[in-house]
């Protein structure tokens, strides 16, 4: 799996994340991320049968994960 470090990059680039390792970046189950996809929670793109998360949206996630600073 890549690590959270390389998944951040990869969004920063404006390039589609997997939903895999995405879900462990931030915590989430696999099944509890795609739920979410489905519940509209999360902003998915289909590339063939591929669910991926634009960067854009990978970068809202991966924010929305890392604590505040002090």
Same mark, same amino acid.
Do not use: C, T
């Given at each position: 799996?890549p690590?959270? $470090? =390389?998944?951040l990059?990869r969004a920063?680039?404006?390039k $589609?994340v997997?939903? &895999?390792p995405?879900?462990?970046?931030v915590?989430?189950?696999?099944?509890?991320?795609y739920a979410a996809c489905r519940?509209?929670?999360?902003?998915t793109?289909?590339?063939?049968?591929?669910v991926?998360? &634009?960067?854009? =949206?990978? @970068?809202? @996630?991966?924010?929305a994960n890392e604590?505040?600073?002090?």
């Open positions: 799996m690590k959270v $470090n =390389e998944i990059e920063r680039q404006g $589609n997997k939903v &895999p995405l879900a462990e970046a915590g989430l189950s696999v099944n509890g991320f519940r509209g929670e999360i902003e793109i289909r590339i063939g049968r591929a991926m998360v &634009p960067g854009r =949206e990978a @970068l809202r @996630l991966l924010s604590p505040a600073a002090a």
